[in-house]
Each structure stands twice: as C-alpha cells, then as structure tokens.
C-alpha cells in the first residue's frame, strides 16, 4: 500500500486532471482553518480543514497549498510556517519549509509570510483559479486582492483568470469515494468507538449523571490513540432522548431509564457515528424492547437495501415503510400504511432521515441529489444507517410508551457486491445489549 504522503500526492494530481479537463489548466489555492481563540490567550485545540488535510495531510495551522496545472510542468507548492525556536519552546514543533517540502511530498515550499507577494505571479496567465469560494471573509478578500495585482499587470502582458471555480464541487466528488487507506482509518475509528460504546453498557447504571458516561466514553477514545470526538457525545437518558442533538448531558439517570448515546471518536482526520440505546438497570421494560425492536428491524431492513447501483435515498422510504408499520401495529399512528406514508403522520415520532455520508467529516462532503435524482451508491462510499423513534409524553401517547427514545446507527461501506459494515462489532440485539450491560 503507499505511505500516506503518496496518497495525499495522487490526489492533488486527480485535482490537477480535473482542472486540465475543465478548464484546460489553472492554478488551485486551498487554506487550512485558522487558530480560534477560546478566551483571552488560550485557543481551541486545533483541527485542520478537511479539505486541505485531504489534499496534503499537513496538520499545522497557517497554511495554504497551491496547485498549478502548466504545459511546461505542474507544481505542488506549500506554504507554511518557518521554524521559530523560541515559539517552538512554548508552543511545540514545527516542521518549517524545508522539511515539510521533502516529508509531505511537494516540489517546493516557502515560508506563509511570503504567499501575498508570490500569488499574483502564481495567478497571472492561468486560464481558471479553483478556490473554496465563500468559505472564510479573509481569504476571499485575499483572493480578490491577488486577483486585482494580477489585472493590474496587464500592460506588462499578462492576463489574470477569466473563470472563478469553487474547488469543493470537484473535491466534494472525490471524497465521497474513499480509497483503502481511507478506510483503513475509518475501520479503526469504528472500532474505537465501538469498544467506547461496550464500556459505556458495562458501566452505566442508575444513580449516575449522563456525563459520568460521556467520561467513560472519552477514556476509550484517548487511550485507544483517538484525537478527538468526532462531535460532542450525546448521552441521553430518559425524555431526553427524545431530543435529536441533546448536550447537556446532565440529567440524574434512574431506575427504568433508557439511555440513547450517540457518540463517536474522530482518529487521524477521520469520523466514526455510532448509536446506541439500551436500559440503564440493564434489562428493557415491555414497551421499551416493543419500540428497540421495531427500530432495530427498521435497521437490519435499511442495511439490507445499500447496496452499489441503488439511488441514495432507496433505504430511507425503507426505514419509512417500516417505521409506519410498527408505529400501526402499536396503535400510535393509524392506518392503512399507505395512508400513513401519504399524510406523514408518522414523522411525529420519526422525523429525520436514515442516514448520511461519513468521512473527514460526521456529515461528510458529497452530494445527494444531482440533476433531480438521487445520487447512486457506488464501492468506497461511507454512509450511516440510523432510523429511530422518538415518543414524546403527551397528546394521547399511552404512558407506558411516554418518553421512549431510540436510535440505532452504524456506518458501512459499500462494497461491490453489498456493504461492510464499520461498527458491526457494537451490541444490538436485546440479548446482546441485555449481556452487554451485564448485572447491575
């Protein structure tokens, strides 16, 4: 398999490929994301544009990356920062120019101070510039600022880009596939995660807050090698389940509790989702294992519907169709099921849809309707499966169903004859979750 590098050099070569066929050439300019300052003098913890990480797998901050597609030669060209040792003293390492052109694979680059004198030259004779158009008010102005020196040249003979293009069209299209060292990643995030999913059934029980479980949950992720959350935990017990992007993950959990976590590590630039619901005692009420079931044979029949060369959005009117049926036969909606489906009246207790794509981002880029048609499953696409119910006390719910909240999601990946299925490790039957949680 080729080393990382390798593969972050292939794609700005497929980005170059593409430029030449759509514009016969140009240059393409990508920025990473800015430090951002929490308060005072103290920052976020940095994560890099996904586009630019994409494109180069350069983790530091103040960096751009041009590309120039040229009949005399392309160029892969970085700029970053310079090695600063009193910085580096505080702050940590610096790979600076020299190294970071010879590691990451570019065939130049130059300091960051240096990017507003050399772009208009980078800019000036190119058929198209292909940059993250609307993305950041500063680089824009940046843009546009390089764009006017370049036209103010022109007396010496040089043109600038007649055609702007918004870069991410193209590179949405090339991520939405995921070559293997992709999913190599990916394969590790869901399995990170689903241990973190394990010990949260193994150590949750009454008596504790939610977030006494996010910590759980957080332990397996950072000693497992994970950076990050991939997106804030979602540790949601009780009514809050009901709540689709719950945070406050504070409430006091009790006997009879259901608890939905949605939760997720992100390893090396790549995201894991994964859902979960079981009871906090350990074992379901009735009405609780009624709802899990008709949720998790919502899932299995989701699952069965990705496969390469169905429309995207085939296994949603799945988990739909389903989802109504149950919600029939458990007298919280009537029917007929047709009736249902029409009306909507359904989406009082499911309403959003079954899935996603996944990737460097937990929504990741892509498209899922092109020219007014769903977009078609294809090998290396990542997508989630996660249908739920979520039953709000009152307006005639029976009580023994009030406050129900269930989710079950798992990330797959299309493959040529069907799917594999990234976090499948993680309990989901009754008997699988009941055994996980284990006695309480």
């Not at 892969?76 to 390492?93: A, I, N, Q, Y």
Request: negative net charge; glycine residues 8%.
């Amino acid at each position: 398999m080729k080393n990382a590098h390798q593969v972050h050099r292939g794609r700005r070569d497929a980005l170059i490929a593409a430029m030449r066929r759509h514009s016969g050439g140009g240059l393409a300019l990508m920025p990473t994301s800015a430090e951002v300052v929490r308060n005072r003098d103290s920052t976020y913890p940095y994560r890099h544009d996904s586009y630019f990480y994409y494109l180069t797998g350069f983790p530091e901050p103040e960096a751009v990356v041009a590309l120039v597609a040229d009949d005399k030669g392309d160029r892969h060209v970085l700029f970053c920062r310079e090695k600063h040792p009193e910085r580096e003293t505080w702050d940590g390492f610096r790979y600076g120019p020299d190294a970071a052109k010879d590691i990451f694979g570019f065939d130049e680059a130059h300091p960051i101070g240096e990017l507003d004198r050399m772009l208009p030259d980078f800019a000036s004779d190119r058929p198209a510039l292909y940059t993250p158009v609307g993305m950041h008010a500063d680089w824009d102005r940046r843009v546009a600022a390089t764009l006017n020196e370049v036209r103010a040249r022109v007396r010496t003979g040089v043109t600038a880009p007649d055609e702007i293009v918004d870069v991410r069209g193209t590179l949405d299209r090339m991520r939405l596939v995921k070559d293997a060292h992709e999913l190599a990643l990916m394969r590790r995030a869901g399995a990170i995660s689903s241990e973190a999913h394990r010990r949260a059934m193994a150590r949750a029980r009454p008596g504790w807050h939610e977030y006494e479980v996010e910590a759980e949950l957080a332990h397996e992720f950072l000693k497992n090698g994970a950076q990050s959350v991939a997106y804030p935990s979602i540790v949601a017990s009780g009514p809050n389940a009901c709540v689709l992007h719950y945070r406050d993950n504070d409430r006091l959990m009790a006997d009879g509790d259901l608890l939905l976590i949605d939760a997720g590590c992100e390893y090396r630039g790549y995201a894991s989702d994964i859902t979960r619901t079981f009871p906090v005692n350990g074992r379901f009420t009735g009405p609780q294992k009624d709802v899990y079931e008709l949720v998790l044979a919502a899932q299995v029949a989701c699952l069965d519907a990705v496969r390469p060369g169905v429309p995207f959005h085939d296994y949603h009117e799945v988990a739909e169709r389903v989802l109504a049926q149950g919600l029939i036969d458990l007298k919280l909606i009537e029917g007929p099921l047709d009736a249902a489906l029409e009306s909507g009246s359904y989406k009082r207790f499911y309403m959003h849809r079954a899935g996603h794509w996944l990737g460097m981002d937990v929504h990741d880029a892509g498209l899922y309707q092109e020219k007014g048609e769903s977009v078609k499953l294809e090998p290396g696409m990542v997508l989630t499966v996660e249908p739920g119910l979520y039953i709000r006390a009152g307006d005639g719910v029976p009580a023994h169903f009030a406050d129900i909240g269930v989710r079950i999601e798992d990330d797959v990946v299309v493959t040529a004859d069907g799917i594999e299925n990234l976090t499948g490790g993680t309990p989901k039957t009754v008997a699988e979750v009941e055994a996980a949680c284990g006695d309480r």
